[in-house]
């Protein structure tokens, strides 16, 4: 599979991902891959399904949006949004987006074997939590220019 193709297919599964379809992993993933987030670093499409398992546990109404794509010989970069909605936090219910990008090789079969997600979990994530987030805000007001 072209590395075209494998984005086509990697970006509409990922548009499409639900709790249910992490059952799919293995078609885009090779059973070795190496997964790297603000959070995670695992290896294999096993580890890689349960950080899914687990974001989809944690909070509701995912939904990942492609932005951008850009294919190289054998890898690709995708500019996205996680759309979501927090649970049992402060912030509970509301609409929440994660702008991130990812960083992905092949292999010759079109499967994913390294991803690495690029996100700023300060800005995007902690940043909304109450206590965090007022001393964050405090200090990049310091900061800034």
Same mark, same amino acid.
């Given at each position: 599979?072209?590395?075209? $193709?494998?984005?086509?297919?990697?970006?509409? /599964?990922?548009?499409?991902?639900? %709790?249910?379809?992490? $059952?799919?992993? *293995?078609?885009?993933y090779a059973?070795?891959?190496? /997964?790297?987030?603000? /959070?995670?670093?695992?290896?294999?499409?096993?580890?890689?399904?349960?950080?899914?398992?687990?974001?989809?546990?944690?909070?509701?109404?995912?939904?990942?949006?492609?932005?951008?794509?850009?294919?190289?010989?054998?890898? %690709?970069?995708?500019?996205?949004?996680?759309?979501?909605?927090?649970?049992?936090?402060? $912030?509970?219910?509301?609409?929440?987006?994660?702008?991130?990008?990812?960083?992905?090789? /092949?292999?010759?079969?079109?499967?994913?074997?390294?991803?690495?997600?690029?996100?700023?979990?300060?800005?995007?994530?902690?940043?909304?939590? *109450?206590?965090?987030?007022?001393?964050?805000r405090f200090?990049?007001?310091?900061?800034? $220019?």
């Amino acid at each position: 599979m072209s590395p075209t $193709a494998a984005v086509d297919a990697l970006s509409a /599964f990922y548009e499409g991902l639900s %709790a249910e379809s992490i $059952a799919r992993f *293995p078609e885009f993933y090779a059973e070795d891959a190496a /997964f790297k987030d603000p /959070f995670n670093e695992v290896r294999g499409v096993a580890a890689i399904q349960r950080i899914f398992a687990h974001l989809f546990r944690q909070v509701g109404e995912v939904r990942f949006v492609v932005r951008e794509r850009v294919v190289a010989d054998n890898g %690709a970069m995708l500019v996205w949004e996680m759309h979501f909605r927090l649970n049992g936090m402060p $912030a509970r219910g509301q609409a929440q987006v994660i702008h991130g990008a990812s960083h992905l090789r /092949f292999d010759g079969e079109g499967k994913v074997v390294w991803h690495r997600d690029y996100w700023d979990a300060a800005e995007e994530l902690y940043a909304k939590l *109450p206590a965090i987030g007022w001393l964050m805000r405090f200090l990049q007001r310091k900061l800034a $220019a």
